[in-house]
């Protein structure tokens, strides 16, 4: 149970597009849909981004896109908003009921 | 509205234990399996422990295999955390998590979390 590799920062100007990208292994994100994507804000509790790779949820906007390619996952933030300045993890189902996080990407809108 | 309520932190002596509840309201809790989450000081999110709804499938992370244990109780709405022979990195916030379904590990709704500080 290694923890999944993201990049620790990532920054983009308002209206931008910035990508995380999440690797982890052939045991865990490149064998199954499950891959998801949580925001956080300092102090609060994570929010759920993205689930089953790409699907959003209710409520979440569109900017929002989430992809995957062989052991690597993606988060997409389009349009770029200030408010979108926060630690996004990446999380992942490794097989026999466990889990994985990445360490976490902090997004600074410049 | 879904919520999750988690107690049993606090202060705790390293090899000594701690049980951790979490009270859940705003959706049948026997529907879906439920995580814990703990995240250090300063430090990023670390899975600790799922199971699902009947509890036949658990899990643990290797860094707490062993010394943890999860369980729920769904007449009372709760899921448990009981943590043994607890060390000075097991200091964490720790969430209570609902996956959105039978494990697919999409964590819809969160706790607050319960602060559990190990320290002499």
């Known amino acids: 149970q290694s923890a999944l590799t993201q990049p620790a920062s990532v920054s983009g100007s308002p209206g931008q597009s910035i990508t995380i990208a999440c690797t982890g292994t052939?045991?865990?994100?490149?064998?199954?849909?499950?891959v998801s994507w949580y925001q956080q804000h300092p102090g609060k509790a994570p929010k759920l981004m993205i689930y089953e790779v790409s699907r959003r949820p209710s409520g979440i906007s569109n900017r929002f896109s989430g992809s995957k390619s062989g052991n690597t996952a993606s988060l997409t933030i389009s349009g770029l908003q200030t408010e979108d300045e926060a630690d996004y993890y990446c999380?992942?189902?490794?097989?026999?009921?466990?889990?994985?996080f990445g360490g976490g990407t902090k997004v600074t809108v410049l | 509205e879904m919520e999750l309520v988690e107690s049993g932190g606090g202060l705790v002596q390293p090899g000594r234990s701690l049980r951790l509840s979490c009270e859940a309201s705003?959706?049948?809790?026997?529907?879906?399996?439920m995580h814990w989450v703990r995240q250090g000081p300063g430090k990023g999110l670390e899975w600790v422990s799922g199971?699902?709804?009947?509890?036949?499938?658990?899990g643990y992370a290797d860094s707490v295999k062993g010394r943890f244990t999860i369980s729920r109780d769904n007449a009372k709405n709760s899921l448990y955390l009981h943590l043994s022979s607890l060390r000075v990195d097991d200091t964490a916030f720790y969430y209570c998590?609902?996956?959105?379904?039978?494990?697919?590990?999409?964590?819809?709704?969160w706790g607050r979390g319960t602060l559990v500080t190990v320290s002499s």
């Open positions: 199971l699902n709804w009947n509890s036949a499938s658990v």
């Open positions: 705003g959706f049948k809790f026997n529907d879906y399996a």
């Open positions: 052939s045991s865990d994100v490149g064998s199954y849909k499950f």
């Open positions: 998590a609902k996956d959105m379904g039978a494990s697919g590990f999409g964590f819809d709704t």
């Open positions: 999380c992942a189902y490794a097989g026999k009921s466990t889990g994985v």
